[in-house]
T-cell receptor, first 115, second 113 residues
């Protein structure tokens, strides 16, 4: 099994629909992140969480929400999807040393298309 | 604003040839720089990490260099293989903050037979 598992792998949804992307990890890491990747742009941070009770907004959190259900689970929701949220979404984890030293472990991504 | 710029945007090389990818950054204060490899449809995977005091780091056929004075890094791939076809992303971390990580847009490398 992968260290970081994202579901679904692909999703097409209609404008205005609520959608949830799920992420689970077996790394035992406390820190989890949601990133978005668009063509021609670097990965951009949506939300991050240091533990179950700690949720923080990233640089592009508008239109998104998250839930940290357990140490191993971190889900991303789009409350009312819009076409410019069409992108590749990545969940990542890191150890207590943070992304700087320990580095990220990424999931395989969820390709979301909003029509 | 911290920036990480990579060049070229894309590159096509013949199998067995060498290539070098560039990364220039403005992140300050600097903590470290990582190169990630991202295969199509997959998440990025770390190749190397370099801190301020390191000039060169190798991982098999991948060799990264860092010039902290000029804020430049390069990733050199030796004797390329078809499996090297991927996007290579430069990621720079700012000292003192876990979340202060800036991603480059990547170089897409295609190795052809």
């Amino acid at each position: 099994d992968a260290d970081v598992t994202q579901t679904p792998r692909n999703r097409i949804t209609k404008t205005g629909k609520r959608i949830m992307l799920e992420c689970s990890q077996t790394k035992g890491h406390d820190r989890m992140y949601w990133y978005r990747q668009d063509p021609g742009l670097g990965l951009r941070l949506i939300y991050y969480s240091f533990d179950v009770k700690d949720i923080n907004k990233g640089e592009i959190s508008d239109g998104y929400s998250v839930s940290r259900q357990a140490q191993a689970k971190f889900s991303l929701s789009l409350e009312s999807a819009i076409p410019n949220q069409t992108a590749l979404y990545f969940c990542a984890t890191s150890d207590e040393r943070g992304s700087g030293v320990g580095g990220y472990t990424f999931g395989s991504g969820t390709r979301l298309t909003v029509v | 604003k911290n920036q990480v710029e990579q060049s070229p945007q894309s590159l096509i090389i013949l199998e067995g040839k060498n290539c070098t990818l560039q990364c220039n950054y403005t992140v300050s204060p600097f903590s470290n720089l990582r190169w990630y490899k991202q295969d199509t449809g997959r998440g990025p995977v770390s190749l190397t990490i370099m801190t301020f005091s390191e000039n060169t780091k190798s991982n098999g056929r991948y060799t990264a260099t860092l010039d902290a004075d000029t804020k430049q890094s390069s990733l050199h791939i030796t004797a390329s293989q078809l499996s090297d076809s991927a996007s290579y992303i430069c990621v720079v971390s700012e000292y003192g903050g876990y979340q202060k990580v800036t991603f480059g847009t990547g170089t897409k490398l295609q190795v052809i037979p």
